[in-house]
């Protein structure tokens, strides 16, 4: 038989043969990267504008990031925590200073850093703020996405991802994403946090109304319950700032950081918080093999490094402010609504028109890479390292699709 399949064909044929179908990825294979743009198999480049679900915010091989970790994987890369290692101290104290914070807790992937974020509420709340055992709750949003563990996705409202994986983790009250009210309502003597996305990525970058991040701060201080802010996506300079906390004026009283604290080449989570919150976890509460480990916190460390300047959070605001005008452009041609903060968009195309995932794929033949969510969305999260230029091109490609 005379073989007429791509490069491409034979391994998306290989990989659905062999893999577990919990991804419908678009049928593209990469094989190299660089900065902003991907190579697949058969030599055609794509401008990446899904950059890692932003795992990937300083670019596909950042020079920086590759050089601290070649470095560190000559050293040494695992020691388990049962040993200090010199990468530890340096690497946390930078990233508490970032945050505002006083002590880190690192973990390796944002699922884990969220059950982390919920044991340390939780034990908060029986040690110091005096809840009954076994009875603590927290309150977290309609639309959420925290992860994929059995208790995360207790307390998640996407059918696709709880159905078929009860019995449920009790202890958790949901209520709509934006209404402060029915926050104030749902807390009662034993909430012990509130466990929020200053910005719902995957629900489509949702931004919540103005002033309802501030006011739900408020609340969680006069009630003494912790305000848990859930930054694995939006955190690290995507929005144009360090935290999205920051562009409402809002400190929360943990950050969940996950995603870009790895630089997009090992997974790398992490808890940021106050001594007094943190004190409550002692030897032997918690733990991972591989968190904390020298070549996440060398890292980890670079990462920290790259955004101590505050060139990438400018970089972020200015080039969003030129994707927004771009996007806002299309909108009457095939785009109904665009919602975006600094390098991340959310657009709502036309359901009339065609479906989000076929708007990815059309977008895909033309060299652009983007996912959909939630039916007719794209979601648009470019490296911060892309080119104006290249938003330009990326925008007419969009248009060209939509019309
Ligand atoms: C991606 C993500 C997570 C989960 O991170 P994983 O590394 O995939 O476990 C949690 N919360 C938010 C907001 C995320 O975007």
């Given at each position: ?248 004026g809002v400190v929360p009283d943990m950050y969940i950081l996950g995603k870009a604290l790895g630089g997009g080449i090992v997974p790398v989570s992490a808890l940021v918080s106050s001594r007094a919150i943190m004190g409550v976890i002692r030897p032997g509460n918690h733990g991972s093999t591989f968190g904390g480990n020298p070549l996440a916190c060398a890292i980890g460390h670079a990462v920290v490094a790259l955004l101590e300047t505050g060139e990438y959070q400018a970089r972020a605001a200015a080039l969003g402010e030129h994707l927004r005008k771009n996007l806002e452009a299309l909108i009457g041609h095939g785009v109904v609504a665009v919602r975006s903060r600094g390098l991340w968009a ?58």
């Open positions: 038989m005379i073989e007429t399949q791509t490069l491409s064909q034979q391994q998306i044929q290989l990989a659905e043969q062999v893999t577990a179908h919990n991804y419908h990825p678009l049928p593209v294979v990469i094989e190299s990267a660089e900065g902003a743009w991907v190579t697949d198999v058969d030599g055609r480049r794509y401008l990446d504008c899904l950059a890692g679900y932003s795992a990937l915010n300083f670019g596909h091989g950042h020079p920086v990031l590759v050089a601290a970790a070649r470095e560190q994987i000559e050293r040494v890369t695992l020691t388990s925590r049962a040993f200090h290692t010199d990468k530890l101290g340096p690497f946390c104290r930078d990233l508490a200073a970032l945050a505002g914070m006083e002590v880190v807790l690192p973990m390796n992937t944002g699922a884990e850093a969220v059950e982390t974020a919920i044991k340390v509420s939780r034990k908060w709340g029986y040690d110091v703020k005096g809840v009954a055992a076994d009875q603590a709750n927290i309150i977290v949003f309609d639309g959420n996405f925290h992860g994929r563990t059995t208790t995360i996705v207790s307390f998640s409202t996407d059918p696709v991802a709880r159905d078929g994986f009860g019995p449920f983790t009790p202890g958790f009250r949901i209520v709509p994403y934006g209404d402060v009210a029915a926050v104030e309502a749902a807390i009662d003597a034993n909430t012990v946090a509130v466990l929020i996305e200053p910005i719902q990525g995957e629900a489509g970058v949702l931004i919540p109304p103005a002033g309802f991040l501030k006011a739900v701060r408020d609340v969680c201080t006069r009630e003494n319950v912790l305000f848990v802010a859930d930054e694995i996506q939006s955190g690290l300079g995507r929005t144009g700032s360090t935290f999205a906390c920051e562009l409402e959310g657009v709502d195309v036309d359901p009339n028109l065609m479906t989000g995932r076929e708007v990815c794929e059309r977008l895909m033949a033309r060299g652009v890479l983007v996912k959909d969510t939630h039916g007719s969305t794209i979601r648009l999260a470019p490296p911060i390292v892309v080119e104006e230029s290249d938003l330009d091109w990326m925008t007419e490609q969009l248009k060209a699709v939509l019309v």
